[in-house]
């Protein structure tokens, strides 16, 4: 099968982890031990998310006052590279040694009249107490949020247009590459009243890119890898239940949480529903029983309502 991996945020960086590179390494490796277990005759596309790490290379850049911090899309693409040279490395010490490797930067369109930018909802960076995040969103002119007992950086997060490398990324797979792309949800750019390219202060929801990314590609799966083993209503609830099966309509009605859940449900439901092939969201360390149908929320047009796990 031809299968796109999205990677959340806790394969790269656990929440509250220091942002340090030895962490991250860490965390890719043990992602990439998992999906070495399916490589074996699949293609593989990998995307990921990069939140912490362009927030990083943000407040980095604020430190240094000698020049103008570089802006999102800029630093969107120092993280990309970072993210997908430590997932080659990683990945390719466990798959054989023939196996060739590629990282793309991958440019997403996005309208710059999107209410995303008047509206910011992404968090980027690590998490704050109240009363830092409140000085910080002061001193920076920054939109804060709450996550969780924490607080984090918001930014825009404009809708996934158009992946412009989606050619390159199809003539690597059809070379047996594994190819890394779409990082981040792709750098954000639009075309201005010249008809030029330019990139925009914003960060695009990954799993959004990422099922627009399988959609083009025509996967035959979709699998969102998060740090839980499936897409539960009432959640942290003693009445809690595991979505098993459920049809792309029928589980979009749910309203689960924007800030959580929701984006990932509805990437789900947008690849099932334009392609009529399956997405699973689920943990990366079930992904071999996701691929055999066995874990995970499983989001097909083949299911008539909505069923859990016993």
């Keep these: 099968m031809r299968i796109v991996i999205a990677l959340g945020g806790n394969a790269l960086l656990r929440r509250g982890e220091p942002l340090t590179a030895e962490n991250q390494r860490l965390n890719v490796r043990i992602a990439c031990e ?22 990083l290379l943000a407040l980095q850049g604020a430190a240094y006052k000698e020049v103008p911090i570089y802006p999102l899309d800029v630093l969107g693409a120092e993280s990309v590279g ?26 997403v369109e996005v309208d710059i009249n999107d209410p995303a930018f008047k509206n910011p909802t992404k968090p980027i ?32 997060s404009p809708l996934p247009k158009r992946i412009f490398e989606i050619k390159p990324v199809k003539w690597l797979l059809e070379k047996g590459s594994i190819v890394i792309c779409a990082g981040g949800g792709g750098i954000p750019t639009y075309y201005d009243e010249q008809h030029n390219l330019r990139g925009v ?17 025509d996967a035959d799966l979709f699998i969102i890898a ?9 959640w942290g609830k003693p009445t809690q239940k595991a979505i098993a099966l459920a049809p792309p309509d029928e589980i979009e009605k749910m309203g689960f949480a924007a800030g959580s859940m929701g984006p990932k449900v509805q990437a789900a439901v947008n690849f099932a529903r334009n392609t009529g092939k399956d997405a699973v969201i689920g943990s990366l360390s079930d992904i071999v029983d996701i691929v055999k149908g ?3 929320t499983r989001i097909t047009n083949n299911a008539k309502a909505i069923s859990y796990y016993s």
């Design 34 to 55: 998992q999906i070495a277990k399916i490589y074996p005759n699949n293609e593989l596309v990998i995307a990921h998310g990069n939140g912490p790490q362009v927030g």
């Design 82 to 107: 970072m993210i997908g040279y430590m997932i080659q490395q990683e990945l390719g010490n466990l798959v054989p040694f023939e196996v060739p490797f590629a990282t793309l930067l991958s440019q």
């Design 125 to 156: 960076g690590p998490v704050y107490s109240k009363e830092e995040a409140e000085r910080l969103a002061k001193e920076k002119n920054w939109s804060i949020a709450q996550d969780g007992d924490k607080y984090r950086r918001v930014v825009p």
């Design 201 to 217: 202060e914003a960060v695009i929801d990954k799993d959004l890119c990422s099922a627009l990314l399988a959609e083009n590609l």
């Design 226 to 234: 998060t740090d839980v083993s499936a897409t539960f209503v009432d």
């Design 294 to 296: 066995k874990a995970g």
